[in-house]
């Protein structure tokens, strides 16, 4: 066998680390299978989804998990996470956790998928005047919790042509909630 020098070593490793990295990533046309409790909502959504779809109220027969778009809510659900309550009243480092987590996603989203891509949202309370937000769905996948929480993803314009659904289950006090946006590709 000839020997290898510096340079080819380098070479063939660098090749071989990349094609690892490209295998792990999975090829485009191969959906990332979710696992726990994001598995067994998106297959309780997908469920209530398609009645939706077979009664001709959204343009996709299922959602397809994509985690593109889960800083949207995991930024709010991290901050509950951390404060260790729901409801809670935003401050300072709140804000800071928001923001940081938010920075840039807008652009990565419109970027991605074309603008107004984003649509529905699910799980949490709109702030009040007092600035307090609150988780408002207990995770469950029985048919009655998950037809509120499609109906709340589906409470805007643009959520019938969503194609893709972000999911963060925070944990406050022992307790799991479900949290969600839904999207879709405009670029498409």
């Known amino acids: 066998m000839k020997e290898m020098n510096r340079r080819e070593f ?32 998106v297959a309780a959504i997908n469920k209530v989804w398609k009645k939706k779809y077979e009664a001709n109220e959204v343009a ?23 404060a260790n309550e729901t409801p809670h009243t935003l401050n300072d480092s709140d804000n800071k956790l928001i923001f940081g987590e938010l920075n840039g996603l807008e652009d990565k989203i419109r970027n991605k998928y074309g603008k ?10 709109e702030p009040s005047t007092e600035r307090e937000v609150a988780l408002e769905d207990a995770y469950s ?11 709340k993803l589906l ?34």
């Open 10 to 41: 380098l070479t063939l490793t660098g090749a071989s680390v990349a094609l690892l990295a490209l295998a792990a990533c999975g090829a485009p046309s191969t959906p990332v299978a979710p696992t726990g409790k994001e598995a067994e909502l």
């Open 60 to 82: 996709h027969e299922q959602l397809i998990l994509n985690q593109d778009a889960v800083g949207a809510i995991r930024c709010y659900g991290r901050v509950f996470e951390e």
């Open 116 to 125: 107004d891509s984003l649509a529905g949202m699910a799980g949490l309370s």
């Open 141 to 151: 996948c029985e048919d009655a919790a998950v037809r509120a929480f499609v109906a």
């Open 155 to 188: 409470d805007n314009s643009n959520s019938a042509k969503a194609e893709f659904i972000s999911i963060y289950c925070p944990v406050v006090q022992g307790k799991t909630y479900m949290t969600a946006v839904v999207f879709r590709n405009n670029k498409a």
